[in-house]
């Protein structure tokens, strides 16, 4: 041993050998490390809602077919995949500065991402339809919902601000353009003249929507509006016998008029409309709905069917209960038929059909006309002890639209009756007023009364 350690080429052999050693079991822990490392920290993120943008020829070129927005996938390490989600520093995009016209399949690209990240593009290529970009002008029609004007009133010819727009577009597109509508879906029911925007869709022959740009996208729509008949109350008659133990309690209709549109020579002769209600197969509480007959000479009603609320009850409980009342009152027989008999002078209701609608309060400043009811009449109808209701007379009441609180515009007010006693009590039919209000003079249909 001493001689091998005394030699110096043994020396260096063993040296060679402990340094050969290190070497491999330094290395071979690196590599694990590194490995480890690199492991950990790697990630892979989804974007959503990455837009795409496309390079091409926008002077005469018309592009379709590319996406707004892709998907996105990244991998690699973990800090520069958590950077680009949180910057989205990168683009993608489509190439087609070099494309021919017709239809072709191009491969959406990246650029500006980082070089140690995968990027995956969702679609990765897109069929994109090139061709030559065209211009023209074409005039707009406008389409007006159901709901835009009210019931007994019709829409005039809207008035359109611009008349034509120009829509670009693909040329074998524009040859396809059929309809440019404007379509005014408003529900306001409005009784005179409104301006609204509406958005301009084009549409090819079968009513696809095209895939185009239009410049404006809005216009401004004016609808003139006019009366188009007149306000009559409603009548509801019972027809028929409900079952055996059944009666009918009350039928309250849904409105209390309907509009008739017709000549006014017609019109003028119409009070009200009488609807016949079949309870023949009525055996509980129900909800019917009827049709409203065209008056004799008049072209349509509005609305065409109203709903009816029938109250039912069973004559046995009916019964029952007068008997109850009956048996409670039997202490003092003469009393009890004297106070029956009195109560049944006592309460009575008195009608006035046609009474005038008055308007008070109305400021200086305004003018009012009133909408409904159309003719300015109601129907009252007083309920009190006989010999006072019996010395009630038209000339003592009035029936009063308080319009102090109005603004411009639509205004509805409830009716009110004055000339009455404090323990008469009274119901008008229709319970309420409509007025368009206006601070230009207008003529005023509404006469007025002092209160």
């Known amino acids: 041993m001493d001689r091998i350690l005394n030699n110096k080429w043994s020396i ?4 060679l050998l402990l340094a050969a050693i290190l070497f491999t079991s330094v290395n071979a822990n690196n590599n694990n490390a590194t490995t480890f490392s690199t492991t950990s920290s790697s990630d892979t993120e989804v974007i959503e809602n990455v837009p795409v943008k496309v390079y091409y020829d926008k002077t005469n070129l018309y592009i379709s077919g590319v996406p707004e927005t892709v998907t996105v996938t990244l991998s690699g390490p973990r800090s520069i995949v958590q950077s680009a989600k949180a910057q989205q520093d990168f683009t993608v995009y489509a190439d087609l500065k070099n494309a021919s016209i017709g239809t072709q399949e191009v491969k959406l690209k990246v650029k500006d991402a980082s070089d140690r990240l995968k990027v995956k593009i969702n679609p990765a290529t897109v069929n994109v339809n090139v061709q030559e970009k065209v211009t023209k002008k074409f005039s707009v029609d406008v389409e007006l919902s159901k709901s835009v004007v009210a019931d007994g009133y019709q829409a005039g010819t809207p008035i359109i601000d611009p008349k ?23 529900d306001g029911k409005h ?34 509006v006019e009366k188009v008949g007149k306000s009559v109350p ?31 020579t017609v019109l003028d002769k119409i009070k009200e409309i009488e609807i016949p209600i079949d309870v023949t197969k009525i055996k509980a509480d129900t909800v019917k709905e009827v049709t409203v007959p065209v008056p004799s000479g008049a072209k349509s009603v509005q609305p065409t069917t109203i709903e009816v609320k029938i109250k039912t009850v069973k004559k046995s409980e009916a019964t029952n209960k007068t008997t109850t009342s009956k048996e409670e009152n039997t202490t003092n027989p003469d009393e009890n038929t004297t106070d029956d008999s ?12 046609n009474m005038q609608v008055y308007m008070s309060g109305l400021k200086n400043t305004f003018d009012s006309q009133m909408v409904t009811p159309a003719n300015g009449k109601v129907s009252v109808t007083i309920t009190g002890e006989k010999k006072i209701v019996d010395d009630i007379a038209v000339k003592d009441l009035s029936v009063i639209a308080n319009l102090s609180k109005s603004k411009a515009g ?4 409830p009716l009110e009756l004055t000339g009455l006693p404090d323990n008469v009590a009274y119901v008008i039919n229709p319970t309420k007023a409509d007025f368009i209000i206006t601070e230009k003079e207008a003529q005023n249909t509404v006469p007025s009364k002092n209160t």
């Open 191 to 224: 009784k005179s003249e409104f301006t609204d925007k509406a958005t301009v869709s084009v549409f090819d022959s079968n009513l696809n929507k095209l895939d185009v740009d239009v410049s404006p996208q809005e216009v401004e729509v004016t609808v003139p």
């Open 342 to 353: 009195e109560e049944k002078d006592t309460k009575i209701s008195k009608s006035f059909p």
């Open 12 to 15: 260096r052999i063993i040296a």
């Open 410 to 413: 639509d205004y509805s007010v």
């Open 234 to 264: 409603i009548k509801i008659k019972q027809e028929g016998t409900p079952e055996s133990d059944i009666e009918i309690s009350s039928m309250t209709p849904d409105k209390v008029e309907v509009v008739v549109v017709g000549d006014d």
């Open 164 to 186: 034509k727009v120009s829509i670009t577009g693909a040329k074998d597109t524009i040859e396809q353009i059929a309809y440019v509508k404007a379509t005014l879906e408003n």
